[in-house]
């Protein structure tokens, strides 16, 4: 009688664990669950190829109460998995986190936004509404000009499936943990605030691609600050133009009454004009000590510039480099 309970036992209870615990993917699988309302039948699509036994899947389901309770997010698999760990990180979500790089100078909160769309579950019509609400402004004490300064270029672990506002509260913790400690005291001592400090490394970010010197840059724009001088950066000009297409700045747009045209205004613009890399936030906190007021490309053309002390230097330079792109028959 023992003998048959046990039999019993072991013919319910053994198939049921093998269902459970028994190796069934049959290689690395990475599912991306839109919609909450997905169903264990939906999993079988998803699944196809993949997977030794998706009625074994199924049942395990079935008995966890899946159905109708499958999370959103994103979620890799490795081969071998079996299906009670498919069936509790689909029903707890949980996501598997992977890395989100932002680099570059990013042209604005529409392109941050753009950028979002494509790597995260929320599109960037999403993320754009949540970006240019006054209400997300007031509740991270920001305004439209300087809200995109809380974004940070970096590579970051992320879920697939935050939010717009959960993506926001992951950048702040983020941008305070960035802050908080040596770049303060700098800025301090610069008597700028973080935002400020963000809005000329936008700057001086757009001036050059070449990274060396950056640093010797933002000292030409804090002497220039220092002085009471405007700014005279045509990178300003270009984004108060808001025209992508424009290459070069021409005495006809520095007409524009733009508070962003700091040929026409003194100080600061009122915000960052992309979101700037580390290295420009940085090269601004540490930039160059230095007696040069003026730069312009060099007539090398290779990308680097030439800095000078006074106009009639810097018309020198800018004669030598007007040559060398004539020379080549650019105008």
């Not at 069934?24 to 990475?30: C, G, K």
């Not at 809380?150 to 941008?175: A, D, G």
């Amino acid at each position: 009688m023992a003998l048959a309970v046990i039999i019993i036992a072991a013919a319910i209870f053994i198939p049921s664990y093998l269902d459970k615990h028994r190796a069934n993917l049959t290689e690395d699988i990475t599912l991306y669950i839109k919609d909450s309302s997905a169903t264990v039948e939906d999993l079988n699509f998803m699944f196809t190829g993949k997977i030794r036994s998706f009625n074994s899947l199924a049942r395990v389901a079935e008995k966890n109460g899946l159905d109708g309770a499958i999370k959103a997010g994103r979620y890799v698999f490795p081969k071998g998995a079996n299906n009670i760990e498919i069936v509790r990180a689909l029903k707890f979500g949980w996501e598997s986190p992977f890395n989100l790089t932002l680099s570059g100078n990013i042209r604005g909160i529409e392109r941050l936004c753009s950028i979002l769309g494509k790597k995260m579950m929320y599109d960037s019509a999403a993320f754009s509404q949540y970006f240019n609400s006054p209400e997300t402004w007031e509740k991270y004490n920001t305004d439209k000009a300087n809200f995109m300064s809380l974004f940070i270029p970096n590579t970051y672990q992320v879920y697939w499936s935050y939010t717009p506002e959960e993506f926001t509260e992951r950048m702040k913790r983020e941008y305070e943990k960035f802050w908080n400690g040596e770049r303060d005291r700098k800025a301090k001592a610069l008597g700028l605030t973080r935002e400020e400090v963000s809005t000329l490394a936008s700057i001086v970010c757009e001036e050059s691609n070449h990274a060396p010197e950056l640093p010797a840059i933002a000292g030409v724009y804090i002497n220039r600050l220092k002085r009471g001088m405007k700014l005279d950066a045509d990178p300003t000009v270009k984004y108060a133009l808001a025209d992508p297409s424009i290459k070069r700045i021409l005495y006809r747009h520095l007409t524009i009454d733009s508070p962003y045209n700091t040929y026409k205004y003194n100080g600061l613009p009122p915000g960052p004009i992309t979101i700037p890399q580390i290295s420009g936030i940085d090269a601004v906190l540490d930039y160059q000590k230095h007696d040069y007021l003026y730069f312009c490309a060099s007539e090398k053309l290779d990308g680097t510039h030439k800095f000078a002390k006074s106009q009639t230097e810097h018309n020198a330079n800018a004669r030598k480099y007007q040559r060398a792109i004539s020379s080549l028959g650019i105008r």
